[in-house]
Each structure stands twice: as C-alpha cells, then as structure tokens.
C-alpha cells in the first residue's frame, strides 16, 4: 500500500545547523493495516507523515502508494486519497463556518468546486447520520459555528470530515493529543470504530502508548530516523505498555538522557 | 440647503466606495489577504470606464470592462503570491506601483497620445454628452433633481451597489465561494479537499480587485473625469468601511455581512460629510481620513472586549 524507499530528510539545509533526519529510510504498510506509530520527540514521525501527505519534501528517494509514484503530486493532489487529522483541533476544520458548511464543502472533495450551491438541504440528514456515529451531540448544532465547540467535537468533527470521502489513506497525526483525557478516549474509541468498518489503511502517530497497545494491528517505534521495534500481529497481541516503556526508556538512556 | 447637499455627498460617495468595501471583504475578512494593489486598480477601472464610455460604448459595457481590467491586475497580485512566494503588503506594493505606469499609458495612448507618454491629457474628462449610467434607461426617466438633490445619479450608483451585493452573495453561498472562506481561514483545510488554495486566493483577489475597479467607474462619473490621483487613500476607506460595518453591527444577526460592509461604507462617508459641514478644510480630508479609521479600529477592538467579557 505505502512505500518509503530510500529516503534522505534533510533540515536547516546549508546552515551550520543543518542536521540529517532520514539517511535511506525504508518503510512499507499493507493494505488494511492500522499502524500505530510511538517514539520520542524528534524520532521523525511526524516528518515521515508530513513526507507521506506531502506537506515536506523529501531531499531524495521515492513514495509510492499503491504502486503509483507520488513523489512529486503536491499535497493537495494528494489529499484526494488521503485523510488526515491533526493535533491542532482547529486544522481539520474551517471555524468561521458552521458544521453544515463545512460538512457540506467535505462532501464535495474531489469533485469540481464550481458555481453550484454548496450546502444541498437534502444531504443534511446524511450528514446527521454521519455525526451522529461520532455520539457527542453534533447532529443537532448543525447551524453552529464550528470555531464555537469544543476541541473534543473540533476532533470529532474533523475525523468524520476526513473520512467522508473515499480515501485509501488515513493520517492521524497525534489526534488526541490536545484533548482532556475523557474526549482523547472518545476520539480514539470513534476512530478505531471507523477504521474498522471501512478497513481503511491508518498511520496513527501518538504518545499515549496505551492506545498504541489497544489499537491498531501493529506497533512501529522510531528513534532517530530508524524504525527501532515493529511489532505484528501476535507479537503486538503480546506487548504490554510496561515493555515498550522499557524500550524507550534503553532508547533514551543510550542516547545521553538519564531518567 | 449645505445640509441637503452634504447628505448628497455622503451618500452618493457612501454607495460609490461600498462597492469597493465588498472587494475588501472578500479579501481582507474572508481572505485574511491585506490588499495594497486597490490604489492602482480603482484607477484602472475610471481610466477604462471613462475612455470607453467617450467612445459611445454603454455604461453597462464600459463598468463590466473596468471589473475585468481591475481583476486581472488582481490576478498578478494574487500569481506573485502563490506562485513566487512574496509577502500579501509586498505583493499590493507592486503591482500598485507598476499600474501607475500602466494607467498613465492607457489614459494618454487612450486619448491619442504615444506610448512615450506623451502627447494628450493625463486626465480623462467625460465630455457632457459621453453616456454616463445615469444620462441613459432607466434613470433618465426620473426627475432631473429632487429637493435639489441629482437623485439620477444617486440611484444609479445605488442599484449598482445592489447588484453587486446580491450577486456577490449568490457567489459566496457556491462551493467556489464557500472555498474562499477555508482557504482564509484554514489553507490546510482547503489542500486537505484536494483544492488548491493559490487558486482560490487568485480568486479572491480578482474578485476585490474586479470591485475596486467598478468603484473606479463609478468616481470618475460623479467628478465627471478621471485623473492619476485618484486611487490614492482609497485602502483606508475600503478597510475602514469594513471594519466599521462589521463591528458596529457585530451582534445584529439578521444582517448579511456584505449588508453591513455597504453601511460602513455610508456611516464612514457620513461622518467625513460632519467633518465637512464643521468648517473643516477639504485639504484636511485625508488627515480626517486616517485618524477616524483609527477611531474605529480603537472603538472596535474596545467592542470586542466587551462582548468577549459579556459572553463569559
């Protein structure tokens, strides 16, 4: 499904800072899996979604989806077959407009955006049904502006709008970091429920290792640019948040940080 | 009777300059885009309007052509933008500079001179029998004045402004118009709809500078020319329109915002005409300009503080 091969990331280019993040990186993701991705700050996962959705460029190597060479598709071409959400509640969506506009501009990804009227008065109990999936009392403040809710029904909003259209990929790029620890379940119980039923290919970035653990179908840890630890199927089955912590924990120490 | 034709003024130069605040909303409120280029497309569009109009064309023709020339220059500002990486203000700077030269060109080729820019007028004058929307249908019906006001010109600059308000909120309620809204407000947002937000920016700029150039038709019919200093001062005018419209009606929500951006325009004009009518000289009017937009950019943000602490 994703290919990474050979990839160079560099930062800072020509300056006295300039560091290597990625020296040949190599990365691969079956169809249909749900990869939880976990490692310390500055380990290069985030840079590697970035890469995938193509909101940073590569120095060199090649991304393919599904076969398809998309190394040099800008991010918006991209985003017709990729979903993504972000840790900032307020990047999925548009604040100054309500649910149902922004609902209704969702709806219409990858067609033309012309002359025609935006918001259809007869796809608003599609979109009714959508938010109501998500449990949080959304499908009644459709008329609502969306830079008035909470970051938790922000989010909400944000992962149904992602994956309104028909998208391969889905990019969950620290999804529930911002949220109180009550709305972050609630998002990750929504997400894995639409991941599952439409078997969508998911790379999901996060801190909490306990989701990493409950969800998904496999465990990558980054340190550095490198893939560290990959876990599938029976051996993720296996792991306990206890384990990865003493991974990260050895990580952490070899490179210079005592706890 | 200087009360009566002060209300004149002020409501002509009110219906006149909206047209160009609703450019302004679409890319400074809705764009988040602050757009200097309006100082030379204003020009633009009373250059064109004048110098087709002295040729026999209709108005309407002649106001639809000026929308164009002004959009097009609002096209450049928007491709020097997205595509070249420069800065919103650096980008207005430009091309506003580089249509002085433009206009001056077209005004003296326009009126027979060489490309050397010399050899005719630098003013286009609207000669008393060029076609001026008000001198033709519908409005030559109505009376020439009423309570010595020219109600001719008042309504035509009127209607103008109503077209321009109802089409301009038809377009916004469309999925490319809906798209200008999350491009300002989130560009991500617009990438992430497979949309490619330079493209809706360029939009954007066309539109307001399309605008600006109508309003430019419109001035060099109410002073009967159009002259090289025209454009100058008119950014303060759009955006203070703008900003008054939108916060003195702030919680008014039966108001569309484009309803409030036209009576900012008129109060905006309102308070200048009581500048005037207080023995105030012309030559201060700029002056007076600038420091009542700073009044409503103060009293604005003192509003929203208030309203901030009232929703807590």
Redesign the interface.
Known sequence: MIQLNNIVKRFNIATPDETTLFDGFNFQVESGEFVSIIGSNGSGKTTMLNLICGSLRQESGEILIDGRDITHLPEYRRSAFIGRVFQDPKMGTCSSLTILENMALADNKNKRYGLGRCVSKKRTDYYKSLLAECDMGLESKLGVQVGNLSGGQRQALALVIANMADIKLLILDEHTAALDPKSSEKIMEITDRFVRERGITTLMVTHNLRFAIEYGSRIVMMHEGKVVLDLKDQEKKNAKVDDLLKIFNSISIEAGNSL | MEFISSIEVFLENGFMYAVMALGYFVTYSILDFPDLTVEGTVLTGGVVFALMIGAGINPWVAMLAAFICGALAGCVTGVLHVKLKIRPLLCGILVSTALITVNLIVTVVGQGGSFTGEGALTTVSIGRNAPTLYRIFPFNLLPASVLNMNIRKLLAFVVVCLIVKILLDL?L???????L??T???E??????????GRSKIIGLAIGNGLAAVTGALMAQSRGNANQSMGIGMIVIGIASVIIGTSVFKNVRCLKPTTKVILGAIIYQACLSVVTLLGVPTAYNKLIMAVLFTIALIVSRQMEIKGRRGAE
Do not use: D, E, I, V
């Open positions: 377009y309620k469309t999925k490319n118009g809906m798209l809204y999350a300002g407000n989130n991500q947002f617009t990438s992430m709809l497979g949309q490619n937000p």
